[in-house]
């Protein structure tokens, strides 16, 4: 049916002159079936007039079945049922059948001009759910292009940010060069960040395994080189927002860093594990190392981090996080 009202759509809007003229050829064409075959169809007489309301309503809509219903009991009542060539019906029960056919038909012309209706709205909706459709691929396009070139922008500023403190560490004094590199790494964590970043189910998040694993493998090259110290990194596929994501590196950072750096004084060899793990609701970072120990950093050495500025800073992310350690 949808099919047929699809390729009538346009008979619908005919003038309406050659629509009910078309119509009444429909009834006519009825008509001299009816009389071709009056023997066969005798006690028959509205039977060939189904087809003709049928059709009207069908292709022509807008009245069309109506006009077809009139003019069929019309011509069956002047040519079919007796007296002949009189409107006036003297059986009873030929009367009653004439009724019923005029009912009978306008019920079938209500009923597919409801359907027609119905399928106008329907394709209006369609229409409207497209257009909408449309619309909002549009906008998820422009939020991308923008997210896109908004995060290129962070990046090119974060690198400065980054060159401009390693620049300022090669012409400053131990121990504020260390202070500047250690500036510079903090950045370059949030670097890491803004690089992974994805769209997911209408959040910017950033996924924990690829951004963890080079946060690391960076941190690898930088601190470890050519010293026999493994560094093993086990994380766990899932999507961060990008405010716990910048939180969880700088977290990363400030371990991985102290045990890289301090952990293992005199180039002795060891091992470093990341782990982050899901747990039901909750989410596990560890850092472990087989090094000297916290308290032997301490003592032995007197670089920035003996301040407890990173202790400190860990506790803050943590905090944040709503997490504890």
Same mark, same amino acid.
């Given at each position: 049916?949808?099919?047929? +009202? ?170 504020? *060069? ?65 405010? $716990? ?18 952990? +293992? ?45 990173? $202790? *400190? ?13």
């Amino acid at each position: 049916m949808r099919e047929l +009202f699809d390729k009538t759509r346009s008979l619908r809007y005919l003038p309406w002159v050659v629509r009910y003229g078309a119509t009444a050829i429909l009834v006519l064409i009825s008509f001299a079936i009816r009389q071709i075959f009056s023997d066969v169809l005798r006690d028959f007489p509205f039977l060939p007039f189904f087809p003709a309301l049928i059709l009207s309503a069908v292709l022509f809509n807008r009245g069309s079945g109506l006009v077809a219903t009139v003019l069929s009991a019309v011509l069956s009542a002047y040519f079919f049922l007796e007296p002949l060539g009189s409107f006036a019906i003297r059986d009873p029960g030929q009367f009653l059948g004439w009724c019923l056919f005029v009912v009978i038909g306008i019920a079938i012309t209500l009923i597919i001009e409801a359907q027609h209706a119905a399928y106008r709205q329907l394709k209006d909706a369609h229409t409207q759910l497209k257009q909408a459709h449309d619309a909002t691929k549009a906008s998820e396009a422009d939020k991308a292009e923008l997210l896109i070139e908004s995060n290129h922008r962070i990046m090119n500023n974060l690198h400065t940010v980054i060159s401009l403190l390693h620049l300022q560490a090669r012409s400053a004094k131990e121990p504020t *060069r260390e202070d500047f590199m250690t500036a510079a790494e903090r950045v370059s964590v949030m670097a890491k960040v803004q690089r992974r970043l994805v769209r997911f189910e209408g959040a910017v998040l950033a996924d924990s395994r690829s951004f963890i694993e080079e946060l690391c493998r960076d941190l690898e090259v930088a601190l470890i080189g050519l010293r026999p110290i493994r560094l093993d990194i086990d994380a766990e596929s899932h999507p961060i927002p990008l405010n $716990q994501a910048v939180s969880v590196g700088l977290i990363i950072n400030e371990l991985l860093v102290n045990a890289l750096k301090y952990a +293992f004084p005199d180039d002795r060899d060891g091992h470093v594990s990341v782990t982050f793990t899901r747990r039901d609701d909750e989410y596990c970072l560890d850092v472990c190392d087989n090094g000297v120990g916290l308290s032997v950093t301490h003592e032995t050495t007197s670089s920035p981090a003996s301040t407890g500025l990173g $202790q *400190r800073l860990i506790r803050s992310f943590v905090a944040q996080l709503g997490g504890r350690h």
